[in-house]
């Protein structure tokens, strides 16, 4: 009995890593807007239930970068998300320019503007990071 409950155990455990999830992931786009690595699901909920529905970034005069990123509901019901952006330079790396997570409460099938900007002025690019609480 005790080699059945290890091998029903073992097979339940590859079950379960098997569908782990693999991420962070790229959000889903809405049809005719470019998919974007700079917007990523930290976690498999955040992934399923939100997509970008339109995203801009804008170089100021003074050299921030001001992003914003309309995040849509992809369920009926109000959806509560955490966002947060890190500012990189152009190797990629963080440029020591990060926003806390915040909390956004989007509609059910409705959508959310999410805009930032950075506080320094030498960033090159970004990722915005949402996952659900």
């Known amino acids: 009995m005790g080699r059945h409950v290890s091998v029903a155990f073992a097979m339940v455990a590859m079950l379960w890593v098997g569908c782990a999830w693999r991420g962070p992931k790229p959000l889903q786009t809405f049809p005719k807007v470019a998919p974007s690595v700079q917007v990523v699901a930290l976690d498999q909920e955040a992934y399923q239930l939100v997509a970008i529905q339109n995203q801009q ?13 309309e995040l849509a509901n992809l369920s009926s019901l109000d959806l509560d998300i955490q966002v947060q952006t890190t500012f990189r330079d152009s190797d990629g790396m963080p440029a020591g320019d990060s926003t806390p997570f915040e909390v956004l409460v989007i509609p059910g099938n409705g959508s959310k503007l999410y805009e930032v900007i950075s506080v320094r002025t030498d960033p090159a690019m970004y990722t915005v990071q949402v996952k659900t609480p």
């Open 57 to 69: 970034v804008n170089a100021l005069e003074d050299g921030r970068l001001q992003v914003q990123v």
